[in-house]
């Protein structure tokens, strides 16, 4: 079994920064794991889970939403663990933030692509 835990959501203010992190563990976690591409996530209120960002810990690659490249950075610095840096918040980022895990490239957007998933993280922007 493999979990996924984010940490470090909160509430801040906008143009303000947040970093988001994210664990594997479970009895099926070894080293192995960083075959998998991790990614992020998210969910507003009233809409569909889109894609983030993702990255591979094989080659260090990442992609990015056209909406958050220049203020979103994803990091791996190990094979179970990514972190999510987002500058320059505004309102509409507010969101539940979901951590992935999946063994296709960081070409993969889509939901199905990703087999392990979090429980999410609610970040909120607001003055």
């Known amino acids: 079994q493999v979990q996924l835990v984010e940490s470090g959501g909160g509430l801040v203010q906008p143009g303000g920064s947040l970093r988001l992190s994210c664990g594997a563990s479970?009895?099926?976690?070894?080293?192995?794991?960083?075959?998998?591409?991790m990614a992020w996530f998210r969910q507003a209120p009233g809409k569909e889970r889109v894609f983030v960002a993702a990255?591979?810990?094989?080659?260090?690659?990442t992609s990015y939403a056209d909406s958050m490249k220049g203020r979103f950075t994803v990091s791996r610095d190990d094979a179970k663990h990514t972190d999510l840096h987002m500058n320059s918040l505004t309102p509409d980022d507010t969101a539940v933030y979901y951590c992935?895990?999946?063994?296709?490239?960081?070409?993969?957007?889509?939901?199905?692509?990703?087999?392990?998933w979090g429980q999410g993280t609610q970040v909120t922007v607001s003055s």
């Open positions: 992935a895990a999946g063994p296709l490239t960081i070409n993969a957007t889509l939901e199905s692509d990703y087999v392990y």
């Open positions: 479970g009895r099926t976690v070894n080293r192995s794991f960083g075959k998998n591409t």
């Open positions: 990255i591979s810990w094989k080659n260090g690659r």
